[in-house]
C-alpha cells in the first residue's frame, strides 16, 4: 500500500462520520450529508417520488426511503451494485448510455419526480482538470433527466465539483428553477472540492 492510501485509510478509519454510520443502519457516511441537507432544507416528505442518481452502497436510497414512507417511492439508479432496500426500485448501469438513462425515466410510469438527488462521483483521478470535466458531464446529464421528470416545483439536489464550468452550470440551473443555492454539509471532507447545489422549484 503506497504512504498516500495508508494516511487516506488512516483518516477513514478516524472519521466520526464513518464510525456513526458503522453504528447505524446505513451503509455509508453519505447519509449523514443528506440528513444534514434534509433537516436544514425539508427536502423530504411522506408520500414523495424520490430519484437516487448515483445511489450505491445505498445509505442516501436507505434515508429517503424511510423519510418518503411507504406511500411514496424511491428509484436508485448506478452502475455497481446494491444489496435491496425495501420500497427502493433500483436500475443497474451507466446513467450516461441512452438506453439507462430510458430506462431510469420510463421507471417513473409516467409519473412526475418530486426531488432528484444526484450524489454521482465520477472516478476521480486527482487531476483537477479532468475530474472537473467528467463530473461535469455528469451533471448536465442529471439536469436533463431532471428537466424531462420534475414536477412543477419539484427540486434538484446535486454534488458537484468546483472548476471553471460551475459559473455556467449554475446559470442553467438558474433559468429553469426559482432559487439555487450551494450547500457544503460538515460530513462533506472539508478539503475536498465537492459541494451540493440545490436547486428549488422546478419552472416546468
Ligand atoms: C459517492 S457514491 C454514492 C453514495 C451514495 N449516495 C450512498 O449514500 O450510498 C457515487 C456513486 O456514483 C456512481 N456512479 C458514478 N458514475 C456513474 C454513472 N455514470 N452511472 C451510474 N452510476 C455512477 C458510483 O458507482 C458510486 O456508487
Known amino acids: 500500500?503506497?504512504?498516500?492510501?495508508?494516511?487516506?485509510?488512516?483518516?477513514?478509519?478516524?472519521?466520526?462520520y464513518v464510525k456513526q454510520a458503522r453504528?447505524?443502519?446505513?451503509?455509508?457516511?453519505?447519509?449523514?450529508?443528506?440528513?444534514?441537507?434534509n433537516?436544514?432544507?425539508k427536502l423530504l416528505k411522506p408520500g414523495q417520488t424520490v430519484v437516487d442518481l448515483g445511489a450505491a452502497p445505498g445509505s442516501w436510497s436507505q434515508y429517503a426511503a424511510q423519510r418518503?414512507?411507504?406511500?411514496?417511492?424511491?428509484?436508485?439508479?448506478d452502475m455497481l451494485p446494491m444489496e435491496p432496500i425495501r420500497n427502493v426500485q433500483f436500475i443497474q448501469g451507466d446513467f450516461t448510455n441512452d438506453?439507462?438513462?430510458?430506462?431510469?425515466?420510463?421507471?417513473?410510469?409516467?409519473?412526475r419526480a418530486d426531488l432528484v438527488i444526484s450524489d454521482l462521483s465520477p472516478n476521480l483521478t486527482g487531476?483537477?482538470?479532468?475530474?472537473?470535466?467528467?463530473?461535469?458531464?455528469?451533471?448536465?446529464?442529471?439536469?436533463?433527466?431532471?428537466?424531462?421528470?420534475?414536477?412543477?416545483n419539484g427540486n434538484l439536489l446535486i454534488k458537484v465539483?468546483?472548476?471553471?464550468?460551475?459559473?455556467?452550470?449554475?446559470?442553467?440551473?438558474?433559468?429553469?428553477?426559482?432559487?439555487?443555492?450551494?450547500?457544503k454539509p460538515k460530513a462533506s471532507r472539508g478539503a475536498s472540492r465537492e459541494f451540493y447545489v440545490?436547486?428549488?422549484?422546478?419552472?416546468?
Open 127 to 152: 487531476i483537477r482538470v479532468t475530474d472537473q470535466a467528467r463530473s461535469m458531464q455528469l451533471a448536465e446529464r442529471v439536469l436533463e433527466f431532471a428537466c424531462l421528470t420534475l414536477a412543477a
Open 99 to 111: 438506453a439507462v438513462f430510458r430506462r431510469c425515466v420510463d421507471a417513473l410510469a409516467g409519473a
Open 198 to 204: 440545490l436547486a428549488r422549484g422546478y419552472k416546468v
Open 68 to 77: 418518503v414512507g411507504p406511500s411514496g417511492k424511491v428509484i436508485a439508479v
Open 23 to 37: 453504528r447505524s443502519d446505513y451503509r455509508s457516511r453519505a447519509t449523514f450529508k443528506l440528513q444534514e441537507l
Open 161 to 183: 465539483f468546483e472548476g471553471a464550468d460551475m459559473e455556467e452550470y449554475r446559470r442553467k440551473l438558474v433559468q429553469r428553477f426559482q432559487r439555487v443555492m450551494a450547500r
Open 39 to 41: 433537516e436544514k432544507d
Open 1 to 16: 500500500m503506497s504512504t498516500g492510501s495508508k494516511q487516506r485509510r488512516k483518516e477513514h478509519e478516524r472519521d466520526p
